[in-house]
Every structure is written in C-alpha cells, then in structure tokens.
C-alpha cells in the first residue's frame, strides 16, 4: 500500500536497490498508475521479481559485502521476503521489508543507466538546442496543462540557439539542479526524437521517459552510449587520485544507488565502466601509530566529461561516506 509523499522512484530505489527500475513497478501497475509520475496513499501496488545479477560481487571489499541470508523456508520467523515472486508493497510503519534476493547492487552500467545520468556542466558551454514549448498531442493539452510529459507525446520545442538537428535525431530533455562552484548540475528528463523542423519551432516525440519534464525544460544534444558499456573493468595500479565533489541530492547517510560526482574526467583517462574507491587517508599521531588508507565506498561511473565524472555508489564499507573524501581509480575498462 502507498504511503503519503512515496514515488515510483523511491520504491524502485527501496525495493529493487535501483531507482531506475522504476518503469518495472510502473508495467506492473498499469490498471492502477496511469501516469508514473503521479501515485496516491492507499493505492496496492505490486513489485515484480529482478533478473539475477549480471555479475558477482567484486572481492575487493570485503568489508561492504552483505551477510549470507538463509533460505526463506529455513527461516520462515525472519521478518524479509524475496523477490522470486510479484508481492505487495507494505507500508512504512509496518509490514516486511523487502530485500533483493542476491542482496548486491547492479554492478554493470546499462544504457538507460548512462542516458538517465545526471552530469556537472558549465552552464555556457551545454549546446543548448531550445526548450521545451509545449505538448500538442491531441487532448492533452487541457488535461495536463503545466504538468510532465508522457511517453509517446508530441512536443513543440522552441530554438534557442542556431543549433538544428536533423530530422529523426535523438534529443535529450533536461533541467538544470544543484550547484557546484562554477558547476551546474544537468538532470536528464526524458529523450524525444525529431519528427518536423519549423522556421522557430521543431516537433519531437517522446520516446524516452526518465522523471518529470516541464514547459521550459532544455533540449539539449544526446550523447551517444560508449560501445563496451556493460563489461567488466580489469583491477589497475597507481590510478589517478581526486575528490569526492557531493552527491546528486542531499542525505543524511548515503548508500548503495546514490549518485556521487568526482573531480575526474575524460582528461584523467576515466570512461564509463570504470571503478574508484573513496577512501580515509592514512592518518596517525605519530610515526608509530599510522593507519594505512581505508576504503569507505566502491564507486562506478556511470557518466564522463572532460573535467568531471558521475558515479554510482556501488558498495559501502564506512557511515563516514561524504563529500571531500579523496577518491582513487582502482578498476579500468579494457
């Protein structure tokens, strides 16, 4: 049962460790969710069963790895259920807790991960096409004036800048979020494919949807997956150091899934699949008491820029996960 304030998002997140398996829960609930962005306390929603995890749990942080579970009919007291059939989601305050039956996170990024990444930019050298005008699929507009768009809709985007893509080009819609020092964060929103080119004006369709897209949101150029995007990197030695920059949005303890920015980009040799760890330096009072670096968290990147790059927390062995810990390349993509 929904609870006040839940989203798509955040069940995703809560009950299949991965809030971009949102459109899962959604597909499962169609009678009942008709439009993604929007669920009401009191509704019965179900949550379908995961694939197996594409890989195994890398051993290189033992200390984050979770506990062993016991077969549920050699356990049936204990208070959790596994995802091998569809169940219902409990409320809050009471009922079980819901719990991926390998207990890992995803490792490997997908390309829906990649597209749905959010990622820091210079404001004044995003290559803004235009923004988003409004919808013209027939009916909507008065039934969801000022609200998102959906799958499937048609859009009037209005050019901005001398920027024109071709017709049948994949676009991408975003908002611009929080601030770094002279960085802004870009949170992708949906992608739409070109369909007319107009004299001030260009329609698209939305083919694409990652989280809510408004009237005024950008269209922006759609950076092209990486081939190799789901392999598995190769341990490395003397990887390059940097910083921790924050996260995505603001917590009080950051887990698996958050999304995290670091001060490494492509002008570090960092591309998407690769693996850091952040880590306490060594420290000590004196010469006889050092403590060798500790690793706190086992980071992917799932999103690269030249100066930049976006990663998803993948593994957490210490509370003290925050921004400003220095972070290290550990694993590289063939």
Do not use: C
């Not at 809560?14 to 597909?27: A, F, G, R, T």
């Not at 991960?113 to 210079?122: G, R, T, V």
């Not at 080119?197 to 694409?208: D, E, F, N």
């Not at 699949?273 to 086992?298: C, F, N, S, T």
Request: aromatic share 6%; charged share 20%.
């Amino acid at each position: 049962m929904v609870s006040q304030g839940e989203t798509l998002w955040g069940l995703a997140s809560k009950y299949l460790s991965n809030p971009y398996l949102w459109p899962l829960i959604h597909e499962a609930n169609r009678t009942i969710v008709e439009d993604p962005h929007w669920i009401y306390p009191g509704e019965r929603l179900r949550i379908p069963g995961l694939p197996p995890a594409p890989t195994a749990v890398p051993r290189e942080m033992k200390a984050a790895e979770p506990p062993a579970e016991p077969a549920p009919e050699a356990a049936p007291a204990r208070s959790r259920f596994y995802t091998q059939t569809v169940v219902e989601v409990a409320p809050r305050s009471a009922g079980p807790t819901l719990l991926r039956a390998d207990g890992g996170a995803l490792p490997a990024v997908s390309v829906y991960e990649f597209n749905a990444a959010p990622w820091l930019a210079d404001r004044e050298t995003l290559g803004t096409i235009g923004r988003l005008l409004r919808v013209v699929s027939p009916g909507s507009d008065a039934a969801r004036e000022g609200g998102s768009v959906h799958p499937f809709d048609r859009v009037y985007i209005e050019y901005t800048t001398a920027n024109r893509p071709a017709l049948g080009t994949e676009i991408l819609l975003a908002d611009l979020g929080r601030k770094f020092g002279n960085w802004v964060v870009v949170e992708p929103g949906a992608i739409a494919e070109v369909s007319a080119l107009g004299g001030t004006i260009m329609t698209a369709t939305i083919t694409r949807l990652f989280g809510r897209v408004t009237e005024g949101a950008l269209a922006l150029p759609l950076e092209p997956a990486p081939a190799g995007i789901g392999e598995e990197p190769r341990p490395v030695e003397g990887g390059p150091d940097g910083i921790l920059i924050g996260f995505r949005s603001e917590q009080g303890l950051y887990g698996t899934t958050a999304q995290a920015f670091i001060d490494l980009g492509r002008a570090q040799g960092l591309e998407v699949g690769d693996e850091l760890i952040a880590y306490l330096p060594a420290r000590g009072d004196d010469e006889r008491a050092q403590v060798l670096p500790e690793p706190v968290a086992r980071l992917k990147v799932i999103k690269v820029t030249d100066r930049s790059s976006t990663t998803r927390v993948m593994q957490v062995a210490h509370a003290v996960l925050e921004p400003g810990l220095p972070v290290r390349l550990v694993r590289k993509m063939p």
